[in-house]
Nanobody, 125 residues
Framework: QVQLVESGGGLEQPGGSLRLSCAASGRTFSSYAMGWFRQVPGKDREFVAAISRNAGTTSYADSVKGRSTIPRDNAKNTVYLQMNSLKPEDTSVYYC??????????????????WGQGTQVSVSS
């Protein structure tokens, strides 16, 4: 069973950058597509990005497309979310998750079966 631990959140100014990390335990990390989601209290969870098992394919929400990337390093059992040109509306708790569905990449939370505890990202001047 994979366990996921996010890190890298914090307070950043608008226009800045952050890199979130999601470290997975267990030896099956490379078997799963991975995703990042975010949620603001009182609002629905929002898909951010996903990456295939071999990192060959990625998918992004329109809200972050062009200023975010989701690389993964299977040798380190880690997936990242690099966010640039941060906006105040990026403020949220960010969660990584492993997907039950390898292909196609899924943007629905129901596809994901293991979730991390979340890391807070705040964007403010």
């Amino acid at each position: 069973q994979v366990q996921l631990v996010e890190s890298g959140g914090g307070l950043e100014q608008p226009g800045g950058s952050l890199r979130l990390s999601c470290a997975a335990s267990g030896r099956t990390f490379s078997s799963y597509a991975m995703g990042w989601f975010r949620q603001v209290p009182g609002k629905d969870r929002e898909f951010v990005a996903a990456i295939s098992r071999n990192a060959g394919t990625t998918s992004y929400a329109d809200s972050v497309k062009g200023r975010s990337t989701i690389p993964r390093d299977n040798a380190k059992n880690t997936v990242y979310l690099q966010m640039n040109s941060l906006k105040p509306e990026d403020t949220s708790v960010y969660y990584c998750a492993s997907s039950l569905i390898s292909w196609p990449l899924c943007s629905g939370g129901a596809c994901y079966h293991i979730w991390g505890q979340g890391t807070q990202v705040s964007v403010s001047s």
